[in-house]
């Protein structure tokens, strides 16, 4: 099970009402990853055909999904795997190819080495919105700690004393569309769409979180290709994927108000798309149906050249199988929660650009006012540096994601791509040793006890508890974790918890109360600590002054990490390891994509 939480920066009662909604991972993809049960490409229409036996006959694409969604508004607040299909339908370049969303947009991601991005220098003055060291906007004022343009790598940030001239990095991010990009009215699609889709989401009436509203200074267009993005002044690391707004036909909604528009049955009920299908009809119930789009066929996957598409709304896993063995559903999406062999068809693994993150409770919330070795509270056992690398090297994490991916998901070794977790090489009963964790009676099944160590008492044995959810994939990797940690001397007793129950929010919940050893924690669109150390900045340690709302569970807090992290550099400190990634599973029709 995914949490559908992303960081809480600003909107408490939004994150606060996301801690109870328990999802499906649905964040941005990469290319497939197929099983070792069957293999398949989505070849181009020089190598492969959807004809079918009759030629006369139109052609047919049934695809079925278990949710039917309310709405198919972009700017909704909701986002499910079904509704995700029916973009892929209506936005995508092709269809179930689970793009990110820039693919169908853009020749090329911007970055500072193709010249899209530039860091410029803004001069700023008391009373203007910047991003302060923490990473919060704020007003500029004398006292504020701000990192200057100009700086290099280290900690060289000041606080401003309120009179000295002062320059802030400011982000400029220019976003090139595709030429000849049209909505499927066969109206062009400029930069102006994306404009106006800024402009909609950053309106209150918008029921969305607008932490990427907010730390946007200006938004503006250069001709019909060009969205050009400038970040509030302080933010000194790039993200061009996160200020890319998916684009609303300005042409036939920019009349009207972000409320109309939220309330408008041209955005919610027959959305105009620039994909390879386009929207023809809802039956409420039953499905929604396509036909094919205004782009030319020619050089176009197959899986776009079908006259024809119906999206069936199936809501019980056994009725969708059944429908799927008679010939109704020639594709079972991944919203119905699919196992390898749950049908005789081609299996699909798609991985997420997400992963499943081992935590270690470094501080929990008893910590919070204040924490001695005498404390009759949990032994500190991961503040020192040394234990956290002595349990990664124990696990391998690298090691471990490829067995649960194997394992779990039928993965091809080959094709099993694992980030890279830069670890001491060395041993890591030398490293439990040098902190003080020591094996009395060289038994193995014996756990450690402390013994001269800087933060537990000597003689405390090594024995934490894993918390993890019950998805089957979870459950195999937090019992892999404690076999292996177990081969080194720590003792770890596992508990597999309800999603509801693991994800309660603080100060009782397990996890946002900080009431845990080690836990296996899936949040929705997690790229990996390696890739994102906001999660684990000092403003996002749950606890009661920001209502247990946040994502550094680990309860870290260092101003040098911080600073770090805010100017890019990514600091290495373990509070988390990549442990598992998470897949989605579809199963395809046999031939569906026959060559000829």
């Not at 559908?4 to 290319?31: E, M």
């Not at 996002?540 to 247990?548: G, L």
Request: hydrophobic share 40%; proline share 7%.
């Amino acid at each position: 099970m995914i949490l559908k939480i992303r960081k809480c920066w600003q909107d408490v009662a939004l994150c606060l009402a996301a801690l109870s909604l328990v999802l499906t991972a649905c964040g941005p993809k990469q290319a497939e990853l197929t099983s070792t049960a069957a293999q398949t490409e989505l070849p181009t229409a020089a190598a492969a055909s959807a004809e079918p036996a009759d030629a006369s006959q139109p052609r047919v694409l049934n695809v079925c999904t278990a949710e039917e969604p309310v709405s198919l508004y972009r700017y909704d607040g909701r986002n499910s795997i079904s509704k995700q299909t029916i973009f892929s339908a209506l936005y995508g370049g092709t269809f179930m190819a689970r793009e990110e969303l820039w693919e169908s947009l853009l020749d090329q991601m911007p970055s500072l080495e193709n010249g899209a991005i530039e860091i410029v220098s803004k001069t700023v003055e008391a009373g203007d919105v910047v991003v302060d060291l923490a990473g919060h906007l704020v007003v500029l004022k004398p006292g504020v700690q701000v990192v200057p343009f100009g700086c290099g790598e280290g900690d060289c940030s000041i606080t401003w004393d309120g009179e000295s001239e002062l320059s802030l990095p400011q982000v400029v991010i220019s976003y090139q569309l595709k030429p000849d990009l049209v909505w499927s009215d066969g109206e062009p699609l400029t930069a102006s769409d994306l404009l106006f889709a800024f402009q909609v989401d950053g309106d209150d009436a918008t029921p969305t979180t607008k932490r990427r509203v907010d730390f946007t200074d200006t938004a503006a267009v250069s001709g019909d290709l060009i969205f050009i993005w400038k970040g509030v002044p302080g933010i000194s690391t790039p993200h061009p994927e996160r200020y890319l707004w998916a684009p609303l036909p300005e042409h036939l909604l920019g009349n009207l108000g972000a409320k109309e528009v939220l309330e408008s049955d041209l955005a919610n009920q027959s959305p105009l798309g620039w994909g390879p299908y386009r929207m023809t009809s809802w039956d409420r119930g039953e499905q929604i149906s396509f036909e094919r789009g205004p782009r030319d066929p020619l050089n176009e996957p197959v899986i776009n050249q079908f006259d024809y598409l119906n999206i069936k709304f199936v809501p019980q896993k056994n009725d969708a199988l059944r429908a799927f063995e008679q010939g109704e559903c020639d594709i079972l999406d991944a919203s119905f929660g699919l196992n390898d062999g749950d049908a005789n068809g081609v299996v699909r693994l798609i991985p997420l650009n997400e992963y499943g993150a081992l935590v270690f409770g470094v501080k929990p919330s008893s910590y919070d006012d204040g924490h001695s070795l005498w404390d009759e509270e949990r032994p500190d056992y991961f503040n020192d540096l040394r234990v956290r690398q002595a349990i990664a090297l124990c696990i391998d994490p690298r090691a471990l994601m490829a067995d649960v991916a194997i394992e779990h998901y039928h993965a091809d070794p080959d094709s099993v791509n694992l980030p890279d977790n830069s670890l001491p090489a060395v041993q890591p009963d030398a490293l439990l040793s040098e902190a003080g964790w020591v094996d009395e009676d060289d038994l193995p099944q014996t756990p450690r006890v402390s013994q001269g160590s800087s933060f537990v008492n000597d003689g405390t044995p090594f024995e934490i508890k894993l918390y993890s959810g019950l998805a089957e994939a979870d459950v195999y990797a937090a019992q892999k974790v404690a076999e292996r940690l177990g081969a080194c001397g720590i003792k770890v007793g596992v508990s597999s918890l309800p999603a509801v129950e693991l994800y309660a929010p603080g100060p009782n919940g397990v996890l946002f109360g900080r009431q845990f050893d080690l836990a296996l924690v899936n949040w929705s669109g997690y790229p990996g600590v390696a890739k994102d150390c906001e999660y684990y900045l000092s403003s996002q340690v749950p606890n009661a002054a920001n209502s247990w709302v946040g994502t550094n569970l680990a309860g870290w807090a260092d101003a040098a990490f911080d600073a770090a992290c805010l100017h890019g550099e990514m600091p290495n400190q373990l509070l988390a390891l990549d442990l598992t990634r998470r897949y989605e599973v579809e199963i395809w029709r046999q031939g569906l994509l026959s060559v000829e």
